[in-house]
Each structure stands twice: as structure tokens, then as C-alpha cells.
T-cell receptor, first 114, second 112 residues
Framework: KQEVTQIPAALSVPEGENLVLNCSFT??????LQWFRQDPGKGLTSLLL?????REQTSGRLNASLDKSSGRSTLYIAASQPGDSATYLC?????????????FGSGTQLTVLP | SQTIHQWPATLVQPVGSPLSLECTVE??????LYWYRQAAGRGLQLLFY??????ISSEVPQNLSASRPQDRQFILSSKKLLLSDSGFYLC???????????FGEGSRLTVL
């Protein structure tokens, strides 16, 4: 079964700290992996999309890496700010199944303390 | 730039009443369109998928239906709501089947 796991479910850090969010997936045969941010009661905002041929993507203070062989992706947030507080979701588009189907992790709820 | 609009944002409906949620995308042509549901503690579940006008794929059996009357319009409907239909409904779009996915702001449905 193709699954996506995010651990921990919740994380609290002081402002200014660099942090890493983890995402693991059970099958290395993927099309791509996407990181999202969700604020309470809101839709999902796309942060980064990594294609299967790529090792990392960067946007501002965010850097996402992809290691297909180990089934892992990390989202690195530099110099965290209270405004970064949100739930971060990882989603994987696996090969072999329906190409339209993104499999989502359950998310990591991040709180950045001022 | 592309934008996606979804409405209503919040809806409270009695059991047995009908439902209509609408979603429109601007700034792109022939997008793939999706309806997801996010229930508390259960993550995101894909409900419907469409690659073009009138082309709807249902991912899970349920009390809901979807329609795509125009290229950039996607509608989620029900004839009679159940309590279990309560949840947060999200419309999304992508270019192509494996492109980056973009979500709307969501519609909170409470069935009483």
C-alpha cells in the first residue's frame, strides 16, 4: 500500500530557530512530491513541488529535499517566524497507481513562539 | 495569474436538504479539476476528478455528485445531505494530470 507519513504530528520551536519537517513514503516510484501549508480554516497553499528527477527545490527561506531511494523528503525552514505557524502537509504522486491521485500525509502542526 | 474561487465559504444545512458548492478557475484553460474533502482526523480524500467538460471520475462511492458544465467551472452537489457529509470541501486545479496542484479557500459544510 502506498502511504505517506509525517512525524512529528506537532512541533513547537522558538522564533529564529532553523527547523526540519519530515515526510516519508513507502514506494520510491513517484512522479513528484509537493509540500503545502494550511492555516486554520483555510485551503492549502502550495509551497514547493519537486519532480522525481530533482533532489531539491528552494523558495525564499524554504528548502525541500527529495531522496527517492530512502523514501524521504524534508522541508527546511530557515530563521523561523511566528507567521510560519501552520500545518505543513506533504503529498506524493505515486507511479503505478492513478496519476491523478495525490497521497497526503496527515501533516505536522508547527507553532513558532515569539 | 491563475486564481481559483470557491463558494460559499460556510454552509449549515439540515439533513435531507440539497447541496451545491461551486468552484471556478481563472487565468488558465482546460485545467484538471478536483474536489477533495478534509474531515477532522482523517486527512484529505479525493472525491471527484475531471479532465474536461462533462468528464467526471468518482474516486469513492458516496452521497455526492459532481458536474463540469464549463471548462473552468466545477460543481459539487447532493440531492439529500447526510450527517456524514459534514466536512471541509476543497476545490483544486492542475495543468495536466501530474502537475502542481493549487487549492481554493475551501467550503465548511455542517449538516445538522
Amino acid at each position: 500500500k502506498q502511504e505517506v507519513t509525517q512525524i512529528p504530528a506537532a512541533l513547537s520551536v522558538p522564533e529564529g530557530e532553523n527547523l526540519v519537517l519530515n515526510c516519508s513514503f513507502t514506494d520510491s516510484a513517484i512522479y513528484n512530491l509537493q509540500w503545502f501549508r494550511q492555516d486554520p480554516g483555510k485551503g492549502l497553499t502550495s509551497l514547493l513541488l519537486i519532480q522525481s528527477s530533482q533532489r531539491e527545490q528552494t523558495s525564499g527561506r524554504l528548502n525541500a529535499s527529495l531522496d527517492k531511494s530512502s523514501g524521504r523528503s524534508t522541508l527546511y525552514i530557515a530563521a523561523s517566524q511566528p507567521g510560519d505557524s501552520a500545518t505543513y502537509l506533504c503529498a506524493v504522486r505515486f507511479r503505478g497507481g492513478s496519476a491523478r491521485q495525490l497521497t497526503f500525509g496527515s501533516g505536522t502542526q508547527l507553532t513558532v513562539l515569539p | 495569474s491563475q486564481t481559483i474561487h470557491q463558494w460559499p465559504a460556510t454552509l449549515v444545512q439540515p439533513v435531507g436538504s440539497p447541496l451545491s458548492l461551486e468552484c471556478t478557475v481563472e487565468g488558465t484553460s482546460n485545467p484538471n479539476l478536483y474536489w477533495y474533502r478534509q474531515a477532522a482526523g482523517r486527512g484529505l480524500q479525493l472525491l471527484f476528478y475531471s479532465v474536461g467538460i462533462g468528464q467526471i471520475s468518482s474516486e469513492v462511492p458516496q452521497n455526492l455528485s459532481a458536474s463540469r458544465p464549463q471548462d473552468r467551472q466545477f460543481i459539487l452537489s447532493s440531492k439529500k445531505l447526510l450527517l456524514s457529509d459534514s466536512g471541509f470541501y476543497l476545490c483544486a486545479w492542475s495543468v495536466g494530470g501530474s502537475g502542481e496542484l493549487f487549492f481554493g479557500e475551501g467550503s465548511r459544510l455542517t449538516v445538522l
